[in-house]
């Protein structure tokens, strides 16, 4: 059975940081690109972060240079770093993994920016 389980949600005052993980099972996780996306109230799901199965990422624009996204094969685990955290970051974040014949989604994460 597929899964993808996201942690590390939650509320943070602008300007802070949060690392959420998506761990996953049930397929061969180093043969799937990861990505974390993320979508706010009202509006359309959009890519976050993106990591291919040979380390290769790629970032949208407002989140360069604050967001690192990263796997780690033998735990089956990517990582989203999110620094520098503004309000606009305010989200459900979801983990997807992608093989172009099969995609998988994970059940999101909140995250919260606020003072």
Not at 66 to 92: C, G
Request: proline share 3%; hydrophobic share 30%.
């Amino acid at each position: 059975q597929v899964q993808l389980v996201e942690s590390g949600g939650g509320l943070v005052q602008p300007g802070g940081s949060l690392r959420l993980s998506c761990a996953a099972s049930g397929f061969t996780f180093s043969n799937y690109a990861m990505s974390w996306y993320r979508q706010a109230p009202g509006k359309e799901r959009e890519l976050v972060a993106a990591i291919t199965r040979y380390g290769l990422t790629n970032y949208a624009h407002s989140v360069k240079g604050r967001f690192t996204i990263s796997r780690d094969n033998p735990k089956k685990t990517v990582y989203l770093q999110m620094n520098s955290l503004k309000p606009e970051d305010t989200a459900v974040y979801v983990c997807n993994a992608d093989q172009r014949v099969n995609t998988y989604w994970g059940q999101g994460t909140q995250v919260t920016v606020s003072s």
